[in-house]
Nanobody
Framework: QVQLVESGGGLVQAGGSLRLSCAASGRTFSNYGMGWFRQAPGNEREFVAFINWSGIGTYYADSVKGRFTISRDNAKNTVYLQMNSLKPEDTAVYSC?????????????????????WGQGTQVTVSS
């Protein structure tokens, strides 16, 4: 089992930036593919970004492509989400997820229910 704890959320003006972190503990971090998801009030949880075990393979939702960057540091057991050019529609609770079946590729991993381990989430609010 792996435990995930997110941090870095907050209130930012439109056009600003935030960097989210997700610290993992419990198992070998490099065994897991990692994902970021978000859920806005009244909406279902949606996929944001994915990174494979090595950090070489990444994949983004169209809505964040070119603005968000996912990365990981296996030595620190941490995955990051750098969010630039934030928009009010990016406002949501952001959660990280881990699953060993996505270690190499995210195929099928855009569905939240497919992921095994979740953090508690961190709130991101973008004001206009």
């Amino acid at each position: 089992q792996v435990q995930l704890v997110e941090s870095g959320g907050g209130l930012v003006q439109a056009g600003g930036s935030l960097r989210l972190s997700c610290a993992a503990s419990g198992r070998t971090f490099s065994n897991y593919g990692m994902g970021w998801f978000r859920q806005a009030p009244g909406n279902e949880r949606e996929f944001v970004a994915f990174i494979n075990w090595s950090g070489i393979g990444t994949y983004y939702a169209d809505s964040v492509k070119g603005r968000f960057t996912i990365s990981r540091d296996n030595a620190k057991n941490t995955v990051y989400l750098q969010m630039n050019s934030l928009k009010p529609e990016d406002t949501a609770v952001y959660s990280c997820a881990a699953d060993p079946k996505y270690r190499r590729t995210v195929a099928g991993g855009s569905t939240p229910s497919a992921w095994q381990y979740w953090g508690q989430g961190t709130q991101v609010t973008v004001s206009s």
